[in-house]
Structure formats: structure tokens, C-alpha cells
Nanobody, 125 residues
Framework: QERLVESGGGSVQTGGSVRLSCAASGRTFSSSSMGWFRQAPGKEREFVAAITWSGDYTYYADSVKGRFTISRDNAKNTVFLQMNSLKPEDTAGYYC??????????????????WGQGTQVTVSS
């Protein structure tokens, strides 16, 4: 069982930056690919970014490419999402997720095995 806890959310103005962290407490983190998803009120949860278990490959939604960076520190069981040049449309609850059973696309929320409770990011204009 993997327990994931997000932190780092908050309120920021347009153009600002936020760094989200997701700390994992289980024993499978270093073997798990990790993803970040977000969900705004009244909208479906959408893919933001993902990183493979080795950290060799990263994937981004077109809407955040060039602005967000996903990274991981396996020694600290933590995955990060650096969010720069934030826009009001980035306002959402942000959730990290772990895919322990490999071989599935990292773009789809249904392919993840464990989820955190989420952290809110609000970008004001």
C-alpha cells in the first residue's frame, strides 16, 4: 500500500510560481511511475504531467508544456511539480498518483494504483 501526501499548494498571482511536493510513505515508490493530475470545479480530472519510475522519461499535457516541470527524488520518496508562469486556468485541485503495475499509459487516471488527497492551487488575475 502506498500513501501519498501532497503539499505546497496555495494562492498566487498570474505569472507566479508554485512548487508542489508529493511524499510517499510506502515501500514501492522507487518502483512506481508517478503522475500529477488536476481537477477544477465542474470539470473532469485531467492529466498534467508524469515521470517514469527511473526518472528517465517525463510527459506533459500540452497546456502546461514549457511551464511545468515534474521531477522525483527516490532517496526522499518524493515527486515534485514545479509550476511557473501560472495562469488563472491553472486553478484546480492537484493530485499526485502512483502507478505501481507498469505497462499502462501514464496519461489516464484509471491507470494509476494509488492517489493522494490533493492540494489546491488558486491563481488570481
Amino acid at each position: 500500500q502506498e500513501r501519498l501526501v501532497e503539499s505546497g499548494g496555495g494562492s498566487v498571482q498570474t505569472g507566479g510560481s508554485v512548487r508542489l511536493s508529493c511524499a510517499a510513505s510506502g515501500r514501492t515508490f522507487s518502483s512506481s511511475s508517478m503522475g500529477w493530475f488536476r481537477q477544477a470545479p465542474g470539470k473532469e480530472r485531467e492529466f498534467v504531467a508524469a515521470i517514469t519510475w527511473s526518472g528517465d522519461y517525463t510527459y506533459y499535457a500540452d497546456s502546461v508544456k514549457g511551464r511545468f516541470t515534474i521531477s522525483r527524488d527516490n532517496a526522499k520518496n518524493t515527486v515534485f511539480l514545479q509550476m511557473n508562469s501560472l495562469k488563472p486556468e491553472d486553478t484546480a485541485g492537484y493530485y499526485c498518483a502512483a502507478q505501481y503495475y507498469h505497462g499502462r499509459s501514464l496519461y489516464y487516471s484509471t491507470n494509476y494504483d494509488y492517489w493522494g488527497q490533493g492540494t489546491q492551487v488558486t491563481v488570481s488575475s
